[in-house]
Each structure stands twice: as structure tokens, then as C-alpha cells.
């Protein structure tokens, strides 16, 4: 373990010979641009996730800052690992298209109603 966040330099240049990444990758470095309107209204409908009621914008948001966030993340960590050094990467994915289209989304619903709940209750 290393103090600081992975989409920013942890180690000296060409100093690491083995990097190891499990499931962080997939918590992005920060919220998407585009979630909001003209007038500054989120344009996710109160959701955390993308679900079936967001607009095209929002998944092409989150989509277009998970691909900013690793190559800044690949591009430092190539510059800290030594020539011939290795990496192992495990996080979430999924081969389908559809955002909507599996377990994960059903997890971040469960969640979503969680905290949707806590935040009426004022908690």
C-alpha cells in the first residue's frame, strides 16, 4: 500500500518492479462533467448510477471520464515501474454494451435507495 491517490504519481520514476491494482479502478477520480443542464439542474433524475430513466448524456459522461481516469492512470504507473517490471490490474467490467445490462446495476439500485433514504430522513 502506498499513501496518496493511483490517478496521481505514488512512486519514483522506474522504481517499482511489480505493481499490483485490485478493484479501485472502476471508483472514478471524480464526477463526470455533463451531469447538469444549462440552468444547473442534474440531469440524472436523483440517481448515483445510470439507470434506465438517465438520458444518452450521462453514460457517455461516465464513460468519458473512466477512459480519461485510466490512462492517467496507466500513463504514471508506466513511468514508476522499472523496464521489464509487471502490473496486475483486477477491477469490474463488463463485455456487454448495455449499462443496464447486469448484476452491478441492480447493486447500485439497492444502494442508491439506501442513501435516497437516509437523505429524506435528513441523515
Known amino acids: 500500500g502506498a499513501p496518496g491517490s493511483f490517478y496521481g504519481r505514488l512512486f ?25 443542464d444549462d440552468l444547473g ?23 468519458a471520464q473512466f477512459q480519461q481516469d485510466f490512462s492517467t492512470f496507466l500513463k504514471l504507473r508506466s513511468n514508476e515501474i522499472v523496464s521489464g ?10 463485455s456487454k454494451l448495455d449499462p443496464l445490462d447486469g ?8 444502494l442508491a435507495k439506501a442513501l435516497n433514504s437516509l437523505v429524506s430522513e435528513g441523515v
Not at 520514476?13 to 479502478?25: D, I, P, R
Open 12 to 36: 519514483p520514476k522506474e522504481s517499482v518492479h511489480f505493481m499490483h491494482s485490485s478493484y479501485s479502478l472502476h471508483w472514478l477520480s471524480q464526477v463526470p462533467g455533463g451531469l447538469e
Open 41 to 63: 439542474t442534474p440531469i440524472n433524475k436523483g440517481n448515483i448510477y445510470i439507470d434506465n430513466t438517465s438520458l444518452p448524456a450521462v453514460p457517455e459522461s461516465y464513460l
Open 85 to 94: 517490471g509487471k502490473m496486475v490490474i483486477t477491477f469490474l467490467g463488463s
Open 103 to 110: 448484476e452491478m446495476n441492480s447493486l447500485y439500485g439497492l
